[in-house]
């Protein structure tokens, strides 16, 4: 094992014994190297740098008009050099003023500074080279976001299980993952949660967020190690009474050894960003050595896969965030997609469609599902395409999901009136 990674290891092993056992062999093994990253950083006030590979003249970086030109006024070095694998520092100080924001109950004591990951996926994928082996197990409600199966499944070779969060009637439940938590006896899991979720759009409020956590903490306090990867994709798109601080914030205050709690969330949906793929992986712990060890295997692990994530759409968050006008332009969205959520909401649960299908409770995010009443998912995806130029995604045999966040609120009837139909069609 390379040297570095081991002194990374000794700090960890020696402040928080039980997480250096949560990580995975990877993970044990990466490092962020003294390579040519680092030599350059040190030559960086040097007359004649000669480190790293850039082109530059007298006048700075070097650059093309055809491409500057895209970019307005923004400075050159803001936009063309190469980022550092933890991304702009800058970025990375905003993001974590806006999570302490958001989530009264935390401190900055609490958290690691934020470091940039291309979205979420990068993200999620990076907190699996960290902490999942192959086998380990990855636990998911069963309405998950399929990517959890690529990332965590195929790339990782974890065993995947799932647990219910839905009874028959639609309505939400605790129940099953509470009992899944309550008969675990294995040395390890990861916890997956993601709130609002992908597909049904629905977040847990303040009462059941705490049963969440009770669940969690007495899980720990048998001895299980918990990584709890927590997927904010949706944050902040609430739009009924619920938790409204990251449930991140819960289990990092339950401050418990044998918890490790992750972050991974972002511009893409949060900002509306989505092809700016900028996103943010932070950690819940309050030991700035194990912290900082931490940091430094995640930049590692980015130095490995992608080098680094793109400055200009990382400086043009950074402008974005600086904006005094921009927090209520997002609030203009949000509201968008409240007025369509509440229209969806009222026409879902029409008395008329009660024989089609069963809704899931939803209350946040973009989608909402339902389970459809003896007819194929996939079957009445494509009768919707070829005869109601509808598109809707189906989950697996029973369920479908719809997304009221790019329908307009003025033909969300229409579209709901069309599966119906659809439906009574394939009957």
Partial sequence: ????????????????????????????????????????????????????????????????????????????????????????????????????????????NQISKPIVTNALTHGLSLAGDLFVNANDTVLLPEHNWGNYKLTFGVRHGSQIETYKSFEDDGSFTLEHFKNTLENYNKEKVILVLNFPNNPTGYTPNADEVGEMVSAIE???????????????????????????????????????????????????????????????????????????????????????????????????????????????????????LKERYEVTKEVAYRKAYLELWTPYAFNSGYFMSVRVHDVDADKLRLHLIEKYNIGIIALNNTDIRIAFSCIEKLDIEHVFDAIASAIKDLK
């Fill in 218 to 336: 007495k899980l720990a306090n048998k001895g299980t190690k918990v990584v709890a990867l927590v997927d904010d994709a949706y944050y902040g798109l609430f739009f009924e009474d619920v938790y409204t601080q990251s449930i991140f914030t819960a289990i990092t205050n339950i401050n418990h050894e044998n918890i490790m709690p992750v972050k991974i969330d972002g511009a893409t949906k949060e900002y509306f960003a989505w092809g700016f793929r900028v996103g943010f992986l932070t950690f819940g712990h309050q030991n700035e050595k194990v912290k900082e060890a931490l940091i430094a295997k995640l930049k590692g692990l980015i130095r490995s896969n992608l080098s680094s994530c793109a400055l200009p759409s990382q400086t043009a968050i950074v402008h974005a965030m600086e904006d005094p006008s921009f927090q209520s332009q997002v609030d203009h969205n949000i509201q968008i």
């Fill in 1 to 108: 094992m390379n040297p570095l990674a081991k002194e990374l290891n000794e700090t960890i092993e020696q402040n928080s014994p039980v997480l250096y056992n949560m990580l995975s062999d990877l993970g044990k093994s990466i490092y962020y190297p003294k390579g040519i990253l680092s030599q350059s950083g040190e030559a960086k006030s040097t007359k004649y740098n000669a480190t790293i590979g850039m082109a530059t003249t007298e006048e700075g970086i070097m650059y093309t008009d055809a491409l500057y030109n895209q970019f307005g006024d923004q400075d050159p070095s803001d936009i063309f050099p190469y980022a550092a694998p933890q991304g702009n520092e800058r970025l990375r100080e905003l993001w974590q003023q806006k999570i302490l924001s958001d989530n009264k109950e935390l401190n900055e």
